[in-house]
């Protein structure tokens, strides 16, 4: 059963870029049909999609984050990465990594396995 | 970007009640929408995937239909473990959208 697992700063400095790394574990990021996806969350309030990275490396993002947003894989640690650049106080929130799944040989970018999340906050 | 517009954004209900949870998206995204459970300090987990079709492990009391722009959540039988937020997703497009979260709480 694949598990993934999100780390990163925690805290991060208004202006500067947010790397976050979501661990693989039980799947190879690089083979299959599969989306791994970011999402994120601020307190109290709803859901945002990130983007997303296929196992070939090709990706989409958000318009809304496009232009500071960027993700990368690497294979050799089973890992992929989000790249956030000139944050603020509104990039603010718990940020999960997902993967997608496919039923009966049909694979979507629908993300079904989540990690846990992890908190970040922007502040000085 | 496809807008999925969810209501009601909170709802009062009693242990053993049925709801209706409902999505409604800007244009038509054929059977592209799943659904969501988050408690309190969770990740979101997937109920229903494709509209109506129930993600492994989740019990039959959890129901999803619709097609083209409307599309519904219903929740048979209320057990105090289902009192949490639930959300719609199209993946349709890109970018994938949620509705904006319907909290389902204890009359």
């Known amino acids: 059963q694949v598990q993934v697992q999100e780390s990163g700063p925690g805290l991060v400095k208004p202006s500067q870029t947010l790397t976050l790394t979501c661990s693989v574990s039980?799947?190879?990021?690089?083979?299959?049909?599969?989306?791994w996806s970011w999402i994120r969350q601020p307190a109290g309030k709803g859901l945002e999609w990130i983007g997303r990275i296929y196992t070939s490396g090709s990706t989409n993002y958000n318009p809304s984050l496009k232009s500071r947003v960027s993700f990368s894989m690497d294979a050799s640690k089973n890992q992929f990465s989000l790249q956030l650049t000139s944050v603020t106080a509104a990039d603010t929130a718990m940020y999960y990594c997902?993967?997608?799944?496919?039923?009966?040989?049909?694979?979507?970018?629908?993300?079904?396995?989540w990690g846990r999340g992890t908190l970040v906050t922007v502040s000085s | 970007a496809v807008q999925m517009t969810q209501s009601p954004s909170s709802l009062s209900a009693s242990v053993g009640d049925r709801v209706t949870i409902t999505c409604r998206a800007s244009?038509?995204?054929?059977?592209?929408l799943g659904w969501y459970q988050q408690k309190p300090g969770r990740a979101p987990k997937l109920l229903i995937y494709d509209t109506f079709n129930l993600q492994s492990g989740v019990p039959s009391k959890f129901s999803g239909s619709g097609s083209g722009t409307d599309f519904s959540l219903t929740i048979s039988g209320l057990q105090p473990e289902d009192f949490a937020t639930y959300y719609c997703?199209?993946?349709?497009?890109?970018?994938?959208?949620f509705g904006g979260g319907t909290r389902l709480e204890i009359k």
């Open positions: 997902a993967r997608s799944s496919c039923n009966d040989g049909v694979c979507s970018v629908l993300p079904v396995d």
């Open positions: 039980g799947a190879s990021i690089s083979s299959g049909s599969y989306y």
């Open positions: 244009e038509g995204i054929r059977n592209d």
């Open positions: 997703l199209q993946y349709y497009d890109y970018p994938l959208t």
